[in-house]
Nanobody, 115 residues
Framework: QVQLVESGGGLVPPGGSLTLSCAAS????????MGWYRKAPGKQRELVAV???????TYGESVKGRFTIYQDNAANTMYLQMSSLKTEDTAVYYC?????????WGQGTQVTVSS
């Protein structure tokens, strides 16, 4: 059973930056896709960024050029570096991993962008 634990959320003003972390209980090198999703009140869950097998990265249209996803395999941790944050980035951010045909989710971390 893979466990994912997010951290790094908080309150940040518009235009600010924040980096989220997702620590995995297993070697992330063995995972298939691993990524970030977010859920804002009244909205559907949406893709933020994914690292695919082989290292290819996919970003949601609304975050392209502002967010960067990367991994530290030695630390079994994935990160989401967020910059130029907007109020519409406010959401609960979830870490997700696909391993042996199963999808795993973290508990989520709240990001609030507000002045």
């Amino acid at each position: 059973q893979v466990q994912l634990v997010e951290s790094g959320g908080g309150l940040v003003p518009p235009g600010g930056s924040l980096t989220l972390s997702c620590a995995a209980s297993e070697n992330i090198f063995n995972f298939d896709d691993m990524g970030w999703y977010r859920k804002a009140p009244g909205k559907q869950r949406e893709l933020v960024a994914v690292i695919h097998v082989g290292g290819r990265k996919t970003y949601g249209e609304s975050v392209k050029g502002r967010f960067t996803i990367y991994q530290d395999n030695a630390a079994n941790t994935m990160y989401l570096q967020m910059s130029s944050l907007k109020t519409e980035d406010t959401a609960v951010y979830y870490c997700s991993a696909r391993h042996l045909s199963r999808n795993y989710w973290g508990q989520g971390t709240q990001v609030t962008v507000s002045s």
